[in-house]
């Protein structure tokens, strides 16, 4: 059952955060696209102190905050904690020793299965994940626990999970009008500073002045 959230999922992108393979340098490359589209910042644990790291605050932090740091409790994100349907509730302590304000999600799996089944469930238009576990290596690697419902979790939200590696192949970022405006702003003011600068149109602004001077001058002297 997804408990009340003040963040809104509805109709939005939401970019899905795990301190894994290559985050960093996925959350690089996918800049433009978090300035365009502006998608709901879900962190899963650690994955808070990425976004941090790349001066991104996160909407919402899940998981069983075992490894989160001092900036992230402080980030003024909405805590989801991470509970199994067995009662299983690694992190309560922490949380009643911050003192924070959180609600409590019950599903079976990861914390990143955790994350990705509520933006299912709040009806997100779509899911990018950085540094989650994707490959079919991951999937079949012997002795890595939560491999099973990962991977059923993927086959339940579908065409609505994108990683982030497919986004940066795919995605181009609009050239908006604003943009154009500033190009053309920043080409004609340095049009100008050179002009301001040269001695050949200084000396046509001062001819211009003292024709125009001289052409006041003899028409208020002829009607005085």
């Not at 805590?79 to 079976?108: N, Q, T």
């Amino acid at each position: 059952m997804v408990p009340p959230l003040r963040t809104d999922f509805r109709g939005r992108h939401v970019l899905v955060v795990v301190r894994g393979h290559d985050y960093k340098e996925d959350l690089r490359t996918l800049r433009p696209y978090i300035e365009e589209y502006r998608p709901v910042l879900v962190a899963v644990d650690g994955g808070a102190d990425a976004l941090l790291d790349m001066r991104y605050t996160p909407d919402m932090i899940i998981g069983d905050f075992d490894s989160l740091s001092e900036r992230a409790w402080e980030c003024g994100a909405e805590l989801v904690h991470h509970v199994h349907p067995d009662g299983r509730a690694p992190g309560r302590e922490e949380l009643a020793e911050a003192g924070k304000p959180y609600v409590e999600f019950v599903v079976e799996g990861t914390s990143e299965d955790a994350a990705m089944l509520l933006a299912l469930e709040c009806r997100a238009e779509l899911i990018v994940a950085v540094g989650t576990h994707a490959t079919m290596v991951e999937f079949l690697d012997k002795g890595r626990a939560g491999m099973s419902s990962t991977f059923l979790t993927r086959l339940r939200i579908g065409p609505m999970l994108i990683d982030a590696k497919g986004v940066n192949q795919l995605y181009v970022g609009r050239v908006r009008r604003r943009d154009i405006l500033l190009l053309v702003i920043a080409a004609l003011t340095v049009i100008l500073a050179v002009a301001l600068v040269s001695d050949s149109l200084q000396v046509l602004l001062r001819t211009v002045w003292v024709y125009m001077r001289d052409f006041w001058y003899s028409v208020t002297g002829r009607f005085s």
